[in-house]
């Protein structure tokens, strides 16, 4: 696994050497699920955050606004 897109919802994965099968068809992604697996942090949690959107900037850059709003919550947990 190459790059998770958060808010795109999108996983960048690169073919395993010597791996000869094909990546499934576009049509067909929505049948699959993508597991990352990290061997060193064995531990994880969720935190969901509830947003009246009409604080954030409706022209701003997403991307932006999602490390603003990580940064806030990270703050609180530390």
């Known amino acids: 696994m190459k790059s998770i897109g958060d808010i795109a919802g999108t996983v960048t994965v690169a073919r395993a050497e010597g791996e000869t099968n094909n990546y499934p068809a576009a049509a067909d992604v929505g049948n699959y699920y993508w597991y990352d697996q990290n061997s060193v942090d064995r531990f994880s949690f969720i935190v969901s955050v509830v947003l009246n959107k009409a604080i954030l900037p409706q022209d701003g ?17 530390t």
Do not use: N
């Open 61 to 77: 850059d997403s991307y932006t606004t999602e490390l603003w709003i990580k940064q806030c919550v990270q703050a609180e947990l």
